[in-house]
């Protein structure tokens, strides 16, 4: 007999096994059908899936959208084999995503912030070079933290000044070419993370204290007690700058060069989606609304095309 758990790890080990990852989806899935299993139901429908979906009372209705998402998906799968099931509509919950304005880091926030990593304790530690030259690496390349964490010796190729990233968010890999100056601090820091005596458990670049891989909320942590300490402070609404500000300025500070360098940047903007892993340019477009400097500099561009026009 298929129950809805057995049918739940059939359709995440068989989604899994096409290389989609689904941690949240799967974690979600696993609390709706114990849900589901503590009112005694036995097949999806959708006024439960409504019920669940909107639980978290606390949460904008983006996050209600995408946990009752996680269900459609499963509910497709369910009714092939259980006719009853019931495949919410895809316009229940009515939302717009709203994206956070990011926090904008001048050139002088970010000296500051990698110097501020370089006094780190110990002084005799691999501490303060593995934030320096993580932080470093965030700002000069738009890597994902994860994308950087993951990195291990095995994905830099110091010869060719590549980073092979390897199934990033959306399970594709990509390589990410260095300039030289990221190429020698990268290779001045594994250096030092080879020559240190740090206990290696690991063979990622990035590690902590114990010489295991380093972790998210570690690298969090670090990164807004060094904010603090240099005087970066929250935005508007109370939302605190995050390591992911830093990707978004790598973005917009290579379309702001390349419209101060009359490039065609339309025309570039693929290579810059590649270059950042995205699935689709429409997610690089959004970084052209995220600067008022850049839509000035859009706007200018515009208006001397229809002059030389008139």
Excluded at 247 to 261: I, K, M, V
Aim: hydrophobic share 40%; charged share 25%.
């Amino acid at each position: 007999m298929n129950t809805l758990r057995t049918m739940m790890h059939d359709y995440l080990c068989t989604r899994r096994g096409l290389g989609f990852k689904l941690h949240s989806e799967g974690t979600g899935l696993v609390t709706f059908v114990s849900y589901m299993e503590t009112h005694g139901l036995d097949h999806i429908t959708t006024e439960m899936a409504l019920k669940w979906a909107l639980l978290p009372t606390s949460v904008q209705a983006v996050q209600h959208a995408r946990r009752l998402g996680f269900i459609r998906g499963f509910a497709r799968y369910c009714s092939a084999i259980d006719p009853r099931t019931q495949v919410p509509p895809v316009d229940l919950i009515p939302c717009v995503r709203l994206r956070p304005q990011p926090h904008h880091f001048s050139d002088g926030d970010i000296e500051r912030l990698l110097h501020a990593a370089l006094e780190l304790p110990p002084d005799d530690g691999l501490r303060r070079w593995t934030f320096h030259c993580l932080f470093g690496l965030l700002c000069v390349t738009g890597l994902r933290i994860g994308e950087a964490r993951a990195l291990t010796f095995g994905d830099v190729d110091l010869h060719e000044a590549i980073l092979t990233i390897r199934s990033t968010k959306f399970g594709k890999s990509r390589l990410v070419p260095l300039h030289q100056s990221a190429l020698k601090v990268l290779a001045d820091y594994m250096r030092r993370r080879q020559s240190l005596g740090v206990t290696l458990t690991t063979d990622h670049v990035f590690v902590n204290d114990q010489g295991k891989p380093l972790s998210h909320d570690l690298a969090l942590d670090t990164f807004q007690r060094l904010l603090k300490k240099i005087g970066v402070v929250e935005q508007r609404d109370r939302r605190r700058p995050h390591l992911h500000d830093l990707r978004h300025r790598f973005a917009l500070q290579t379309l702001l060069q390349w419209y101060r360098d009359g490039q065609d940047v339309e025309r570039r903007l693929p290579v810059l989606s590649a270059y950042l892993g995205h699935t689709e340019v429409r997610d690089t477009y959004w970084y052209l609304s995220a600067r008022p400097e850049l839509m000035s500099l859009a706007q200018e561009r515009l208006e001397r095309y229809w002059g030389t026009r008139s």
